[in-house]
């Protein structure tokens, strides 16, 4: 059985940093792309980054670049979103997804 599993969310000042986690277990990240998503109150989970497990090659939602990274550690299975200098439209449950497979989020809360 394929699980996600997102740490790392939590209650961050603006301009703050947090990094997010999300670890596999019964699968390797060995095909496709894998991608954090995010979902604010009220609205359908928007993809925020991807990376390619063929290339590494990366892409980002205009509003998080320069200051999301997305990265994975094969070694650990594990995919990881660091966030720098957040603001509170950053607050959100953010989610990880491989292929189909979904995390169950995790939430991000940066006070205005």
């Known amino acids: 059985e394929v699980q996600l599993v997102e740490s790392g969310g939590g209650l961050v000042q603006a301009g703050g940093s947090l990094r997010l986690s999300c670890a596999a277990s019964g699968t390797t990240f060995d095909a496709y792309a894998i991608g954090w998503f995010r979902r604010f109150p009220g609205r359908i989970r928007e993809e925020i980054s991807c990376i390619s497990t063929s290339d590494g090659r990366t892409r980002y939602e205009d509003s998080v670049k320069g200051r999301f990274t997305i990265s994975v550690d094969n070694a650990k299975n594990t995919m990881y979103q660091q966030m720098n200098n957040l603001k509170p439209e950053a607050t959100a449950v953010y989610y990880c997804?491989?292929?189909?497979?979904w995390g169950h989020g995790t939430p991000v809360t940066v006070p205005s």
């Open positions: 997804r491989y292929i189909h497979y």
